[in-house]
């Protein structure tokens, strides 16, 4: 299965400001996803990222709030914009490798905003 | 709209004996079924599987058993150990469309006493 580099492992961030996160694949991937789990919740799905085209964002997620790059098969990055408290959060990043059961994920970028 | 529940936050096992993590689904087009497993500062790591077509499915010391009538599938291991010890996710997907993303329940967390 494919192995995922996600970082930053860990921010505490200022209300406003914007992180971006990175991931990394060892291989080439056509779909990678990004997911988000609030505290007690469970993992959301934030969009689809296909490269070279824009990303596919489900309900509830826009593209100025969480705007997504994929310049390549190898790489993604995720954007939290003009954050705050609440968006706290676990964000995972995750690559399709041999149909529905190959889902890898990264090690996940526990985000805090204060 | 929870479609993938899992309604005990929390479970603990004498080390040897079973641990039965249950999961509840409500889409009907739900075709494969998932359990993943994370530790702290980890991603969720792929467990097993079970496609609609099987009711059970076994790997080692972890079987899977689907009851589709009742929208119910469980996670066995037998015996526990206390490197069991981590949040289980239950995840399902269908075949086309908006059912192919995984949708993840809240998540178990097992732990396994020595």
């Known amino acids: 299965s494919a192995v995922i580099s996600q970082k930053p492992s860990r921010d505490i961030c200022q209300r406003g400001t914007s992180l971006t996160i990175q991931c990394q694949v060892d291989?080439?991937?056509?779909?990678m996803f990004w997911y988000r789990q609030q505290p007690g919740q469970s993992l959301t799905l934030i969009a689809t990222a296909n490269q070279g085209s824009e990303a596919t964002y489900e309900s509830g997620f826009v593209i100025d709030k969480f705007p997504i790059s994929r310049p390549n098969l190898t790489f993604s990055t995720l954007t939290v914009s003009n954050m705050s408290p609440e968006d706290s959060s676990i964000y995972l990043c995750s690559v399709n490798g041999r149909g529905h059961y190959g889902y890898t994920f990264g090690s996940g970028t526990r985000l805090t905003v204060v | 709209d929870q479609q993938v529940k899992q309604n005990s936050p929390s479970l603990s096992v004498q080390e040897g004996r079973i641990s039965i993590l249950n999961c509840d689904y409500t889409?009907?087009?739900?075709?494969?079924f998932l359990w993943y497993k994370k530790y702290p500062a980890e991603g969720p790591t792929f467990l097993i599987s079970i496609s609609s077509i099987k009711d059970k499915n076994e790997d080692g010391r972890f079987t899977v058993f689907l009851n589709k009538s009742a929208k119910h599938l469980s996670l066995h291991i037998v015996p526990s150990q206390p490197g069991d010890s981590a949040v289980y996710f239950c995840?399902?997907?269908?075949?086309?469309?908006?059912?192919?993303?995984?949708?993840f329940g809240k998540g178990i967390t097992l732990s396994v006493r020595p």
């Open positions: 889409n009907s087009m739900f075709d494969y």
């Open positions: 291989s080439q991937v056509t779909m």
């Open positions: 995840a399902a997907s269908g075949i086309t469309g908006a059912n192919s993303k995984l949708t």
